[in-house]
């Protein structure tokens, strides 16, 4: 079954491009189910091109998937057309009396700040107390990972001596969980981030586990064990140009950044680079919508945060 969008959203030309299904709203309104009830709350600069990576992932499920989009309201984009954001996003004051099976907050440039200085962390922390009661599982990517777990748990975040910036291999820690269920026993993984979690600090909250990690880039993937928070330090989603664009824009700025690592071929930036993480990203979200969405949410959703998991 395919994701459901507004008719004319940017991304729904690229995948169908892509010959992935997309249900516009106006065919959507003749099928007599219930679809998942997603909101993306889209904190990345670039959001046209993150809301394509995101929904390009969500595909890969049987499922129909209802997604809206939402920004934050105390926070200024500048590197999306209003006339976008008018017309494809809603903030949270509009939802906040809404329920949802899900909630993904994505990443967001702000690494170098502490937390409390972010100018819409107020509105960010009663995003995450309202998803408390009224989302029944949160995907969290790389500083909102990190935002998360600093919320929920009150684990700090420290700064890295130099950007973590590549793709890294990543050991599967856990064996016995569903989110984990068809990876590879090693995986691969963009990141590009300027601070990171240690694995140490989660391993000691009880009410974390600990599903993926690398020697080189360490924490990647952690859970609450109810499956209520997800927490992913990397960038599944990115795209195989992703870290390259990134690479040529710091460096057409003459920004002193590194080359990304095991990305070019040969080390080479004239040489294209292979995307080597499609299928453990397809396998990440599918998962996360099948074992912790589809499989554990009331149907009746207004009974969300009255029901406890079994």
């Known amino acids: 079954m395919p994701i459901k969008i507004p008719d004319t959203l940017p991304a729904r030309s690229i995948l169908e491009g892509e010959n992935i299904f997309v249900m516009t709203q106006s065919r959507a309104v003749h099928q007599d189910i219930r679809p998942l009830k997603l909101l993306i709350l889209n904190l990345m600069p670039t959001k046209v091109t993150t809301e394509t990576q995101l929904l390009r992932c969500l595909s890969n499920t049987p499922l129909q998937i209802e997604v ?31 329920k949802y099976d899900g909630l993904i907050i994505t990443g967001a440039p702000v690494e170098s700040l502490e937390f409390e200085d972010v100018d819409y962390w107020p509105e960010l922390c009663d995003i ?13 990517i790389c500083w909102g990972a990190q935002a998360g777990l600093y919320y929920h748990y009150n684990i700090k975040k420290y700064p890295l001596e130099k950007k973590l910036f590549g793709v890294f291999l990543h050991e ?14 090693s995986f691969r993984a963009p990141h590009s981030r300027l601070a990171e979690n240690r694995v140490a600090d989660l391993q000691a909250v009880g009410e974390l586990a600990v599903l993926a990690a690398s020697r080189e880039a360490g924490l990647y993937l ?5 499956g209520r928070q997800i927490f992913v330090e990397g960038h599944s ?3 195989a140009e992703t870290l390259s664009l990134e690479y040529f824009r710091d460096a057409g700025k003459g920004i002193d950044i590194a080359l ?18 499609r299928s453990h990203a397809h396998l990440l979200y599918s998962n996360w919508l099948n074992y ?10 207004p009974s969300i945060g009255e029901q406890n998991r079994l």
């Not at 969980?177 to 068809?182: A, D, E």
């Not at 690592?261 to 080597?276: E, H, I, S």
Request: hydrophobic share 30%; proline share 6%.
């Open 292 to 301: 912790y969405v589809y499989q554990a949410t009331p149907f009746d959703l």
């Open 68 to 98: 809206e989009l939402m920004q934050t309201r105390t926070h200024n984009a500048r590197n999306t057309s209003q006339e976008h954001l008018l017309s494809f996003y809603t903030t949270f004051d509009k939802v906040c009396q809404n």
């Open 260 to 277: 990304p690592q095991n990305y070019f071929p040969d080390n080479d930036p004239a040489k294209a680079p292979v995307k080597t993480w």
């Open 222 to 226: 952690a859970m609450s064990r109810d």
């Open 128 to 140: 995450m107390e309202w998803s408390k009661t009224n989302v029944f599982s949160t995907f969290h």
């Open 237 to 239: 989603e990115y795209d």
């Open 172 to 185: 599967r820690l856990a064996f016995d969980c569903p989110l984990m269920r068809g990876f590879d026993d």
